[in-house]
């Protein structure tokens, strides 16, 4: 059974500080997602990778497949950036992704 | 931009009653999914769609709970009759499939409150 672990479960920043969540799971994925989650509830797609290093903007996630370890990194964080992270992997080679499984999540609070 | 709609954002209903939440997913997309987020808990997953029947479904998806894809372009999650504990945000996702690498899409979530 494939779990994923999120670190840490709340985080409180400054604006301007560099933030940076963690995950890790314990089997073989086909890809690793991070997820906003904002009070609403909605969620949204950040990135999906199963190797390397992703950039969009501010945020940049890495995954390292061999130590089964993927992190997010918000860099100039600001108070909008406040919401849930979380992150999931997808179980599945073939045709499709197949159910993810999600970690608990971040919650993130960015100070003015 | 497509996005998957869902409706309603939010549905009370007494226990015991049946309620039916509905998704409509990206067109052309191919794989459905549902999932559901207890209040402070990490989002689960339900039950998964492919070729107008379930691929998967986890060990929630028990018998009060049924999906159907009616008419092409909604795919709906059925709950016959329910429980205070089915009280959740419950999260319907869309994918295109035809890899193992393809983004999941999600809706906004409709809010079941159950009293």
């Known amino acids: 059974k494939n779990e994923v672990e999120q670190s840490p479960q709340n985080l409180t920043a400054q604006e301007g500080e560099f933030i940076t969540i963690n995950c890790s799971y314990s089997?073989?994925?086909?890809?690793l997602h991070w997820l906003q989650q904002h009070p609403g509830g909605g969620i949204v797609s950040l990135f999906m990778l199963s190797s390397g290093k992703k950039k969009h903007g501010r945020l940049i996630a890495t995954i390292n497949i061999q130590e089964k370890h993927s992190s997010l990194h918000i860099t100039a964080s600001h108070p909008r950036d406040s919401a849930v992270y979380i992150c999931a992997v997808g179980t599945h080679y073939g045709g499709s992704q197949g159910n993810l499984i999600f970690g608990k999540g971040t919650k993130l609070s960015v100070k003015p | 931009e497509p996005e998957v709609t869902q409706t309603p954002s939010h549905q009370v209903t007494q226990m015991g009653q049946e309620v039916i939440l509905r998704c409509v997913p990206i067109s052309n997309h191919l794989y459905f999914y549902w999932y559901r987020q207890i209040l402070g808990q990490k989002v689960e997953f339900l039950v998964s769609?492919?070729?107008?029947?379930?691929?998967?479904k986890s060990e929630i998806f028990d018998d009060q709970f049924s999906v159907e894809r009616p008419d092409g372009s909604n795919f709906t999650l059925k709950i016959r009759s329910t429980k205070l504990e089915d009280s959740a945000m419950y999260f319907c996702?869309?994918?295109?499939?035809?890899?193992?690498?393809?983004?999941?899409?999600f809706g906004p979530g409709t809010r079941l409150t159950v009293l």
């Open positions: 089997v073989g994925i086909s890809a």
């Open positions: 996702a869309s994918e295109a499939g035809g890899s193992s690498y393809n983004e999941q899409f």
């Open positions: 769609f492919y070729n107008n029947e379930i691929s998967e």
